[in-house]
């Protein structure tokens, strides 16, 4: 009978431990979550602070510049004249590709990959190295205002018929800069198509096909 009272009190003193610690554990739990719950108040009470432009992968325009002060700029592009107000610290790329222009590539966003690139006063430029400040009243003209699906551009038929367009990302940097080449230099060597076209990377072609899309202009033009 003393044995069996042992057993029982040992029984007994293991079920009190047993509440004990589950009596803890329920305690720790409830803790956790009255703090997630005070935090999510405190979270929900608290002001909304913007998240800074230079974390946000893909920002909307109206949280580019913070709290600098926006400017009414004019931008004509491909002939069109746009009245937009834009922040200083916007680049050319974004305003671009936020009016819509979206021929216009963004590839690296620091002057590295040429997918950008447009004519700005007839002049070769990487799009997102420049200030659209910077592009108040003058001409810009992208790939799409240089020729068109139905009405290509001869540059943009001649790459298309040399097998120079492959997945097509870094085309319409290309022709800009075969345009503006050509525009300055309208019988270039190889070479120097070669080096016009230095700042464009393409990652599919090995640029031999482009290059000769290119040279097949100049020699149409020469027969
Ligand atoms: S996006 Fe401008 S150079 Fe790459
Ligand atoms: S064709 Fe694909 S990156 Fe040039």
Request: aromatic letters at 4%.
């Amino acid at each position: 009978m003393g044995k069996i009272d042992g057993f029982q009190q040992l029984d007994a003193w293991q079920e009190a431990h047993a509440q004990k610690e589950l009596l803890a554990q329920a305690e720790t739990v409830g803790k956790i979550l009255n703090g997630l719950i005070a935090s999510t108040e405190r979270r929900r009470a608290a002001p909304l602070i913007p998240t800074p432009y230079s974390i946000l992968p893909n920002p909307h325009p109206l949280l580019r510049g913070g709290n600098m002060q926006p400017k009414l700029i004019t931008l004509t592009i491909n002939g069109r004249t746009h009245q937009v107000a834009l922040r200083p610290n916007v680049t050319l790329l974004h305003a671009l590709r936020d009016l819509g222009y979206t021929d216009v590539k963004n590839g690296c966003e620091k002057g590295d990959c040429g997918a950008c690139a447009v004519l700005l006063n007839g002049r070769a430029v990487n799009s997102c190295l420049v200030l659209a400040w910077q592009a108040d009243g003058a001409e810009i003209t992208t790939a799409a205002g240089l020729g068109t699906v139905d009405r290509p551009h001869p540059i943009q038929e001649a790459l298309a018929d040399s097998g120079g367009v492959q997945c097509g990302f870094c085309i319409p940097g290309i022709v800009v800069s075969a345009k503006a080449l050509l525009d300055r230099n309208p019988n270039p060597t190889e070479e120097e198509i070669r080096e016009a076209i230095s700042g464009n990377l393409c990652r599919c072609t090995g640029y031999t096909l482009i290059v000769e899309g290119i040279r097949r202009i100049i020699e149409s033009k020469n027969q």
